[in-house]
């Protein structure tokens, strides 16, 4: 007979490693969205998940092991997402077209070759439900310490620089660029870097849905409310993505047969407003 | 006077690679104030972002004697909003880093205590142009190029940036360090109180392209 508590209690490590990284995430798509980069994001996610896909495709003829089913897809995920990047950014930058209309039409270019990967390694199919709507149930322990080391680091690293992050965001939004003004300037690729670690490593491991989801759900309620100030903005969306994913992935191991991504991404969308309206207003996360 | 900015046979096009302007030459020596001017199309703003490093020029040179972390560069503004509802003080917070301190900001001028809480999205375009002229101002700078700083901006700050632009390269209530302003602007500073030979107006329109070069008088007489 199924227990729900027995269920929780061998997952407890999951959930809690799920909704750190669902906090560093969404602090990352919050200056993501701030440099109007969310279309952007959204490509080189779906072309790190192509890496992914086409690593595990190949890692299927060989034997099973950490290597292939993890490490592997990682270093496709970060070669594909890189790729992926560099087109979008030659284009955007030719001005062909309108910036949305170049990064939607790449976006739709990686999903039809993600559909093909699947079709050319058979292996694939299980792996591409999978890897889209993600399950954070299935997560081997030593990927879930990866990705928790992974994504404490950036957060350290964006927490310790909010500050210069906020604007180097706030530069490449008003004038498209970064370091005009001079003084003390955070150098452009450390935030480059880490967002494309943090963002190849959850898509491997998380799925692409919950990646997207962290990234860019909590910081776009908070846009609709408005509560000013920069530290909030930081703290709100964190507490969001977080509270949401222990939430809903406890619900889901709960019930035994809700899937626990599209559950984290419900409770997120349903609890957003509320809770980002109580924080807005809370003495808790007071500006620093 | 030292020169701090020398700008050699310098030529530049659009981003297609037009030619626009040829062989603009010369010096920004230390409390020169170069007053950009020009006809609508010819590059100022474009003129402007060569020479803070931020496009390519066709040829020539440029040399900054003063290295490039003490040039300031103040574009004109592309995009009003920003994702984050940011106050005024939030964006004098983040962009001065340790040099932020209220009373230094109060004291200079163009903003008051009224401004701090303001919203950034909501706050109307001059308001949003004494923040950043204000973060300009207050960076540790020793040139400033700025692309219309008085856009937005009523008469009356009109005046004032004016003041703070000579009070800028004249030093004034700073140690006696070396500054020089370029500018694009419909302002005139023939009679402000600037010392007699920093002024250099420079007629972009004279550089066209395919036209024989001409320079003004004070870039003749620094090129004899």
């Known amino acids: 007979m199924y227990s729900p508590l027995q269920a929780l209690s061998s997952y407890w490590l999951a959930i809690l ?59 496709g995920a970060f070669v594909f997402a890189n790729v992926t990047y560099k087109i979008s950014e030659k284009f955007i930058a030719g001005k062909l077209a309108s910036k949305n209309t170049v990064l939607v039409a790449i976006f739709a270019i990686l999903i039809s070759f993600c559909q093909l990967a699947s079709a050319l390694f058979p292996s694939l199919e299980s792996h591409m439900t999978q890897k889209f709507f ?76 919950f990646t997207t989801g962290a990234l860019l759900i909590p910081t776009t309620i908070q846009g609709v409310i408005r509560s000013r100030g920069l530290w ?29 991504v599209p559950t984290i991404i419900f409770i997120m969308t349903i609890l957003g407003y509320p809770v980002l309206r109580l924080l807005s207003r809370s003495p808790l996360v007071a500006e620093v | 006077m030292e020169i701090m900015l020398q700008i050699e046979k310098l030529s530049y096009g659009t981003p297609t690679g037009r030619p626009l302007v040829k062989d603009v030459s010369f010096n ?5 104030i170069a007053v950009i001017k020009g006809p609508n199309g010819i590059g100022k703003s474009t003129f402007l972002k060569i020479v803070s490093g931020f496009h ?10 003063s290295g490039p972390e003490k ?10 909003e920003f994702h984050i509802d940011l ?33 950034w999205n909501t706050a109307s375009g001059g308001e949003k142009q004494r923040t950043l002229l204000t973060r300009v101002f207050l960076q540790d700078s020793n040139v400033l190029v700025l692309d219309e700083p008085m856009n937005h901006l009523d008469k009356e700050t009109r005046l004032q940036v004016k003041k703070k632009i000579l009070d800028y390269v004249n030093n004034t209530g700073q140690q006696k360090v070396r500054r020089a302003v370029i500018l694009v ?40």
């Open chain 2, 87 to 119: 106050t005024i003080l939030d964006v004098l917070k983040i962009s001065l880093g340790r040099r932020f301190d209220t009373a230094m900001i109060l004291d200079f001028g163009l903003l008051n205590k009224g401004h701090f809480s303001r919203s």
């Open chain 2, 71 to 80: 040039m300031v560069f103040f574009p004109q503004i592309s995009g009003g």
């Open chain 2, 56 to 65: 390519k020029q066709l040829n020539g040179r440029i040399k900054n004697f």
């Open chain 1, 17 to 75: 490693i799920s909704s750190v990284v669902a906090a560093s995430l969404a602090i990352l798509g919050m200056h993501l969205a701030a440099r109007d980069r969310s279309v952007q994001t959204l490509c080189v996610t779906q072309g790190s998940m192509f890496g992914v896909l086409i690593a595990l495709g190949i890692g299927g003829y060989f034997h099973e092991n950490f290597f292939t089913t993890s490490i592997m897809p990682l270093i």
């Open chain 1, 134 to 209: 993600g399950d954070l149930a299935t997560i081997a322990n030593k990927e879930l310490i990866l990705i928790l080391i992974v994504s404490v680091a950036v957060a350290v690293l964006l927490i310790k620089n909010w500050k210069d992050f906020s604007c180097e965001s706030f530069d490449l939004a008003l004038f498209g660029r970064a370091g005009i003004f001079g003084g003390r300037q955070i150098d452009p690729r450390i935030f480059q870097i880490s967002s494309f670690v943090l963002i190849c490593i959850s898509v491997q491991a998380m799925g692409f849905l």
């Open chain 1, 232 to 260: 909030r903005h930081h703290v709100s969306v964190a507490i969001l993505a977080s509270s949401a994913t222990f939430i809903g992935f406890s619900l889901s191991i709960m019930s035994g047969k809700l899937p626990t």
């Open chain 2, 28 to 32: 920004v020596s230390n409390g020169d």
């Open chain 2, 185 to 224: 602007t419909h302002e005139s500073f023939e009679s402000t109180d600037l010392k007699r030979g920093n002024l250099i107006n420079v007629d972009l329109g004279q550089f066209k392209y395919r036209r024989r070069s001409q320079v003004t008088s004070k870039i003749a007489t620094e090129l004899t």
